[in-house]
């Protein structure tokens, strides 16, 4: 994928010299369908003249193609004007949905030219009309027609879809999926979408917001198909090297990634304040200090100093019992993002992926996945994204209980927080949070690059504090003997906290760890802590290389081990506008040298939490082992004596 700094502008003049060809497609043209079959058996009812009944249309994609191809006028313009049945006059969501067709065509078009000249393909074009192209390259030829093709349908879906985003409304509507997806030759692509386009407009498009709903549906079906075709199709590297831009929309293109505009999200959670949250002292500084690097991001270069310099957290995982405060963080947290992106003028974008999302339709989990990472790393904006109880919504490989869409999701996950086109602006992070972080896919959880133990209150001044505080005021109790919160000031626990992990805390880890220390003496040197490192992966195949980059990780978040000054997010021109590299020397000046002691105590930290989801992993194991033992024995007996 392109630099997003390498942005080529396309020229507003070719666009609109393309307006005359997008213009005579919208007006009419006939389509033969090649690959979907007519959804209106009786058409003819409304061909050129568009008629005056609808019909039902099952919305069983298997149900929708039981009719005969032939062909057929396709006249969008009037399909459009067509919405809202008798009134004549064109009204503004119908002019919007034209508009935006239009400039997406003549935009596909212009993109196709330009990738037509770095590949040779226009000359190719020419010598072919001419009948003078060699045999040797019609291979070629046909495999550059096909990936233009491509490029034309997306870049067309994806800025159709910008373009309407603003007057997206709360009607949504199932379409199934877009079968006519032609990869003759660019002009031929796109009649094929406008025609099935003009197929969905006439069975959905009953008012002016199915009509938005029913083109936005589109053009995601259809954005989606086309990514699917284009991975692993040749001939797509020019296209990919390149990121475009439409400077009058603000408009880029950035290979087969969706564009969407810098929305934010309305929240209406209940917003939680750092010191209402007792106890977890560690998790609760990591979530200050990522909410603060967050806001480092800066949008002309698309990228957050944080990640250039290292420290930056983009996936984390929280786990704890029950009852022990994930909820309460992870309201803390986007509220804290939220209060400074308000400040600072920026959107803001939250979102949660719940186990509404598993569906039992075939690859709609991992649509709905995809969905929610795409909303969330849009670089337009800051984004924060949450996954509660992931071991619920993402199935773990190999357990037979775990469904197909649950398994949709975890591949999704992994892919998008750790896979070949994983690309970490700073933008945004995603916590993943669990109350059993043992059922999570091993593989899924170490693609967790932090883990923050949200163990709650665990000291009698914590009790004490969250008593307090969960009182409230109607009442004169005497606090007593106690200085509320002071054990809740964060510097101090904090520091208490990453003390405590001088040592292993989990007993498995303890024995590795003295173990080794006996054997090579205080771990000082590199060499020592590697030899530490290999004495936990003997102990623990699933120690991998991953958990070493996310040990390292952590380090790195350690050295950058301070919060950005308050005064900064309240006042933005202190910092949040400054322009990308004096943020990064503010930055770099604050951090810190990497030390034997940080170092160590991250291993243990993040060694810990794999010996104790090991342990509970395999104690589950064991306590269903025994059941189904148990199972077998009654059911043994049973049969026996009924035989007798």
């Known amino acids: 994928m392109?630099?997003?700094?390498?942005?080529?502008?396309?020229?507003?003049?070719?666009?609109?010299?393309?307006?005359?060809?997008?213009e005579a497609m919208l007006t009419g043209f006939d389509h033969t369908p090649r690959v979907a079959s007519s959804k209106e058996p009786e058409q003819e009812e409304r061909s050129h003249g568009i008629g005056i009944r609808r019909r039902f249309r099952p919305t069983n994609p298997a149900l929708v193609t039981q009719s005969t191809a032939r062909p057929d006028g396709v006249h969008i313009i009037k399909r459009v004007n067509w919405a809202d049945d008798d009134d004549p006059i064109t009204s503004p969501t119908q002019a919007a949905v034209l508009h935006s067709l239009r400039r997406a065509l003549a935009v596909a078009e212009v993109v196709a030219e330009q990738y037509g000249q770095q590949t040779g393909l226009n000359e190719m074009m020419r010598d072919n009309f001419a009948g003078v192209l060699s045999d040797a390259k019609k291979t070629?030829?046909?495999?550059?027609?096909?990936?233009?093709?491509?490029?034309?349908?997306?870049?067309?879906?994806?800025?159709?879809?910008?373009?309407?985003?603003?007057?997206?409304?709360?009607?949504?509507?199932?379409?199934?999926?877009?079968?006519?997806?032609?990869?003759?030759?660019p002009p031929m692509a796109l009649r094929g979408a406008l025609w099935e386009l003009d197929q969905d407009?006439?069975?959905?498009?009953?008012?002016?917001?199915?009509?938005?709903?029913?083109t936005m549906a589109f053009c995601e079906k259809l954005m989606e198909k086309v990514a699917l075709r284009a991975n692993g199709a040749p001939r797509l590297q020019a296209f990919l090297n390149v990121s475009y831009r439409v400077e009058a929309d603000d408009f880029n293109i950035t290979g087969f990634t969706p564009a969407h505009h810098a929305k934010s999200t309305t929240l209406t959670m209940t917003f939680k304040k750092p010191n209402e949250v007792v106890g977890n002292h560690i998790a609760k500084y990591q979530a200050m200090k990522l909410s603060k690097m967050i806001m480092a991001y800066d949008f002309e270069r698309k990228l957050n100093p944080f990640a250039e310099l290292g420290g930056f957290i983009f996936t984390f995982m929280g786990d704890g019992k029950p009852g022990t405060g994930k909820t309460t963080l992870i309201q803390m947290m986007a509220g804290m993002i939220n209060d400074y992106c308000q400040v600072a003028g920026y959107p803001?974008?939250?979102?949660?992926?719940?186990?509404?999302?598993?569906?039992?339709?075939?690859?709609?989990?991992?649509?709905?996945?995809?969905?929610?990472?795409?909303?969330?790393?849009?670089?337009?904006?800051?984004?924060?994204?949450?996954?509660?109880?992931?071991?619920?919504?993402?199935?773990?490989?190999?357990?037979?209980?775990?469904?197909?869409?649950?398994?949709?999701?975890?591949?999704?996950?992994?892919?998008?927080?750790?896979?070949?086109?994983?690309?970490?602006?700073?933008?945004?992070?995603?916590?993943?949070?669990?109350?059993?972080?043992?059922?999570?896919?091993?593989?899924?959880?170490?693609?967790?690059?932090?883990?923050?133990l949200v163990d709650g209150p665990q000291t009698r001044e914590d009790y004490i504090d969250i008593l307090h505080l969960l009182m409230g005021k109607n009442h004169k109790i005497p606090t007593g003997?106690?200085?509320?919160?002071?054990?809740?000031?964060?510097?101090?626990?904090?520091?208490?906290?990453?003390?405590?992990?001088?040592?292993?805390?989990?007993?498995?880890l303890l024995r590795v760890y003295d173990k080794v220390s006996k054997d090579i003496g205080k771990l000082d040197t590199i060499a020592k802590l590697g030899t530490y490192l290999k004495g936990i992966q003997e102990a623990d195949e699933r120690f991998t290389g991953r958990a070493i980059k996310n040990i390292t990780d952590a380090v790195k978040v350690r050295a950058m081990d301070f919060e950005l000054p308050d005064e900064w997010m309240e006042n933005p021109e202190l910092f949040l506008r400054k322009d990308y590299d004096t943020k990064r020397d503010m930055i770099a000046e604050l951090a810190q040298p990497i030390t034997v002691e940080m170092v160590i105590q991250e291993i243990n930290r993040y060694a810990d939490s794999e010996f104790r989801y090991a342990d509970k992993s395999d104690e589950v194991a064991i306590e269903n082992a025994v059941r189904e033992m148990g199972r077998m024995e009654e059911a043994k007996r049973r049969y026996l004596e009924g035989k007798g």
């Open 348 to 452: 803001f974008r939250y979102q949660n992926l719940s186990t509404d999302s598993i569906d039992s339709y075939q690859g709609k989990s991992a649509q709905n996945a995809k969905a929610f990472i795409n909303n969330v790393i849009d670089p337009n904006v800051i984004g924060f994204g949450t996954i509660d109880d992931i071991d619920q919504l993402a199935g773990k490989r190999g357990d037979r209980q775990s469904s197909a869409g649950q398994l949709e999701i975890t591949a999704v996950l992994m892919e998008s927080f750790a896979g070949a086109n994983t690309v970490v602006r700073g933008n945004c992070t995603f916590g993943m949070f669990s109350n059993y972080p043992e059922n999570v896919d091993d593989a899924l959880r170490q693609r967790a690059g932090a883990r923050f």
């Open 2 to 22: 392109s630099n997003p700094q390498d942005l080529m502008e396309l020229n507003e003049k070719l666009i609109r010299e393309k307006y005359k060809d997008a």
């Open 140 to 185: 070629e030829f046909n495999e550059l027609l096909a990936a233009a093709s491509l490029i034309s349908l997306h870049v067309f879906a994806n800025m159709t879809s910008f373009l309407l985003s603003n007057h997206e409304t709360l009607a949504t509507i199932e379409i199934g999926e877009v079968e006519e997806v032609l990869t003759d030759n």
């Open 481 to 508: 003997d106690h200085e509320l919160f002071a054990a809740q000031q964060i510097k101090k626990a904090v520091a208490a906290s990453y003390e405590s992990h001088s040592k292993p805390h989990e007993d498995g």
């Open 201 to 214: 407009m006439s069975f959905f498009a009953e008012d002016d917001d199915k009509l938005i709903a029913v």
